[in-house]
Structures are given as C-alpha cells and as structure tokens.
C-alpha cells in the first residue's frame, strides 16, 4: 500500500484516503478519519513527515500548504476548491518549483486556475468524493424539499425561502445566517422548517428532491451525496453544473425550479424511483471515493515516472 502524506484544513473531502497508508497533518474540522494535529508544523517537521511518504498532497491551498511546497522534500500535488479562486493570492507564494500537479474538481474551475499555475505544471481534473459507505441508498416517496442550510450568501438559501413561497422547504444544519433566515420566515408567514441540529445523512431519509441553489460551485460534494442517497437533485445552472447533473435537472431561474418540482412530482413513484437508481450509479460511478482515490492514484504515480 503507497503511502500518503495529507496537508489539509478540511477532512470533508478525504474519504479516498482510505486507498493509502494515510497520515493526515493539519486542523481538520470534521472526520471520521484518523488524523494527526499539528498546529506548529516547523520545516523540519515538514521534512519529516514528507520523507515517509511516498506522495504527498495539499488539500486547500492555505499558508500551510503554502510552507508544504517549500519544505516537502517530495514533490506536492495541490487540489484546489472553490475557496482559493476568491483569494488569487494564495498562489503567489506557493514554491511552484517543487510542485508536481495541480488538481481542480471541475473542468470550469480548471480552466480559471490557468491564469494562476504556471503553464509546465499539469492541471488536472478530479472531483470530490462521494463516500458510498456513508451515504446509503434510501430514497423517499414524501415529495419533500430540502437544502442545506451552509455558512455562505453564496448558497442563496434567503432567495430559495422566498421563491418557495407557497411550499415547505425543509433546511438542515446551521449558516452563519440563520437568524436572519429565522426572522425572514416569520416575518413574511413562511411555512418553511428549519433544522439546525440535522444529523446526516439520516435527515434526509424521508425528504424526495434536494435543492441547490448556489450561485457558483465547482462540483459541490452535497449534491453527489443527495444522488447516493436517493433524493432527485434540482440544481441551479452555475457553471460547472453540468457535469454532475443532466440538463433536465437543471434550471436558471426561479419559474423553472417552480416548474421542475411540479413536473418531477407528476411522474409516478415507478419513475420517480427508476430515475433515483440511475442517479446513484451515475455519481458513484463517476464521483464515489473508489473511482477518486483510482483516478488521484494514477496522478501520483504518473509524476513518479
């Protein structure tokens, strides 16, 4: 088994680590991983860590992964999400000599990347896990909508309340927002239902459609996660959005969501459930942790060559 250095800040994204004899160095905010704390990563102890493995990888480009790129006495593969194309300047430090590859999680986001990596460096595309193991198949006929509530405007969950005025919309976990979405339901007499304390991924267990109504994404994790599970995905069209979803579960503005959540809840449970089965496939096929971890595997040996 390859061994596997990991830099990151979030452990949401790692559940291909389990591929590897992975030791995970950083402040992860959540995991079911195993993982070692290192708030004062010195060089040395850089050194250290990267000599042990036989790849390395920086997942978010923080100041962390910046003194990685420095100090990593193998070369380093970065994976880029969202965060870092709102701060360009995080790439200005990086030590591009000792960097490997550079992986994006959609072809939008890697084709931004371009004007930040330099051109002998390889970008390459490879999206976010989805962990089959946690996320089992257990799709509803309630005919519910749902959302997550995230820390972020960007999401949109205020303009989704209000589009569904005349639904219920079922919102689980907490946003840095959530007073304001609480105030606004009341205030305009909303019937919508908010969860702050949802635990995944049985909230979702009896709600049908999942609703994503970010403004810009790359390939967001909880829209695979909602397809492993069962629900039917309707997607706002943000750039990369068609490259988890199909067209048809797809919509730009507000009429359209409207008319999709009628179309789908005509169809009959049969074919409700039918196009849930071919979701599922679809995104482990394409996004479940196996074919990442295979796919990321083949990156690093690759620059081994």
Known sequence: MKKLAVFATDANFLAFTR?????????????????????RMTPIKIRNLTRWADFVLVDFLTPLGQEVTRYSVKPVHIRIHRYELDYPDLFVPVCWDNVASV???????ASLLKQYVPGNIPIFIVPAGVDASRWPFRPSSSRKLCTWALPSHRKRIYDLMLALRDETLYVGGKSASY???????RRFSLGHVFEPDAKFPQWQW??????????????PISVGEAMASGLIPLVHRFPSALEIVPKEL????NTELLGL??????KSEEERMV??????QTVLEKYGSESVAHRLEAIFEESMA
């Open 179 to 185: 007073r304001y979405l609480l105030e606004a339901n």
């Open 275 to 280: 196009l849930k089965h071919e979701l599922r």
């Open 19 to 39: 591929r590897f004899d992975t030791r995970l160095y950083g402040e992860l905010t959540s995991s079911g991983l195993r993982f070692v704390l290192e708030k």
């Open 250 to 253: 797809t919509y730009v503005y």
């Open 103 to 109: 992986i994006a999680d959609s072809s939008y986001y």
């Open 206 to 219: 009896d709600k049908e459609f999942y609703i994503h109504h970010s403004l810009d994404e790359g390939l």
């Open 261 to 266: 959540i009628h179309q789908y809840r005509e």
